[in-house]
């Protein structure tokens, strides 16, 4: 069964910048895209960052020249820096990888306070 782990979130200041890790274990077909998406406290899960294995990659109007999205396709994995965040950044964020099967992360949260 493939494995989804994530890793890299925490608390941090406005202003600073966290790095997310996300990789799965294997993948039985091609990943054609991975990508990442947030839920804050009481708001539904919203979509931040997708890039494809053309290397296309688009971002929410919210994070758009503050985030990058970064895909090892070969190693499975793919990666979020985060740049000069803000308290409204605040939420659990998953990644999800999608071959021939949607995978998700567990989650990893993410506080932005000072």
């Known amino acids: 069964q493939v494995q989804i782990v994530e890793s890299g979130g925490g608390l941090v200041q406005p202003g600073g910048s966290l790095r997310l890790s996300c990789a799965a274990s294997y993948s039985t077909s091609q990943i054609v895209i991975m990508g990442w998406y947030r839920q804050a406290p009481g708001k539904q899960r919203e979509w931040v960052a997708t890039i494809y294995n053309t290397g296309i990659t688009n971002y929410a109007d919210s994070v758009k020249g503050r985030f990058t999205v970064i895909g090892d396709f070969a190693k499975y994995s793919v990666y979020l820096q985060m740049d000069s965040l803000k308290p409204e950044d605040t939420a659990v964020y998953y990644c999800?990888?999608?071959?021939?099967?949607?995978?998700w992360g567990q989650g990893t949260q993410v506080t932005v306070s000072s």
């Open positions: 999800t990888i999608i071959s021939a099967t949607q995978y």
